[in-house]
């Protein structure tokens, strides 16, 4: 995996080749195939170690339990879109793989959706435990809402499409929005 990072960062996933991973692993490209069915196989493996990436990121700014779910949620969003951007400003290759992988809608990009929508929903139940957050569907259901609304912060394609445009503090300010949202639904009446 290490080699096909390095290549990665060297051609871009455009222009990376099976032959490419198998030379710089010593390999013969019928070995590669023998762990991995297609270049796009291998690209997706790739895209899915850099994604898992981001999400321990995002998961290590969540661990105080003490908090309230409204920071852990914040601290969530911002935490990936933190991870993401950092993709975007310094390895610009990757971005951009993050970034097919999202609009093509990759298996790895179906499975990293999967995991930020368990992630951000067990946040959400447990803040309905609590009795800081009211929801008005199922914990899923309201998970893939935050989703939606943090697009500019969790999605790859968006994060390189609008890296420019929004500046850290905006981010921030972004995901603390859609988390005192939620807060404040709970305390209103009805």
């Given at each position: 995996?290490?080699?096909t ?16 991973v ?52 914040s ?13 975007s ?13 999202t ?8 499975h ?15 803040a ?6 009211r929801?008005?569907s ?21 994060i ?31």
């Amino acid at each position: 995996m290490r080699e096909t990072e390095r290549l990665l960062r060297i051609y871009g996933h455009s222009k990376l080749t099976v032959a490419d991973v198998a030379d710089g692993c010593g390999f013969s490209a019928a070995n590669v195939y023998r762990y991995f069915s297609s270049r796009r196989a291998i690209l997706d493996a790739l895209a899915s170690h850099y994604l898992c990436e981001a999400e321990r990121t995002a998961l290590a700014c969540t661990i105080r339990n003490s908090d309230s779910a409204r920071d852990r949620l914040s601290r969530f969003l911002t935490g990936l879109n933190t991870a993401l951007t950092a993709f975007s400003d310094f390895e610009p290759r990757v971005s951009e793989l993050l970034a097919d992988a999202t609009t093509e809608q990759w298996p790895c990009y179906s499975h990293y959706e999967a995991r930020l929508v368990r992630n951000i929903a067990k946040i959400l139940t447990d803040a309905s435990i609590s009795g800081e957050f009211r929801l008005l569907s199922e914990p899923e259901q309201e998970a893939r809402r935050v989703k939606a609304a943090a697009c500019a912060l969790v999605e790859p394609d968006v994060i390189l499409l609008c890296r420019d445009r929004y500046d850290v503090s905006t981010r921030e300010a972004l995901s603390r929005l859609i988390a005192a949202a939620l807060s404040n639904r709970s305390l209103s009446p009805g």
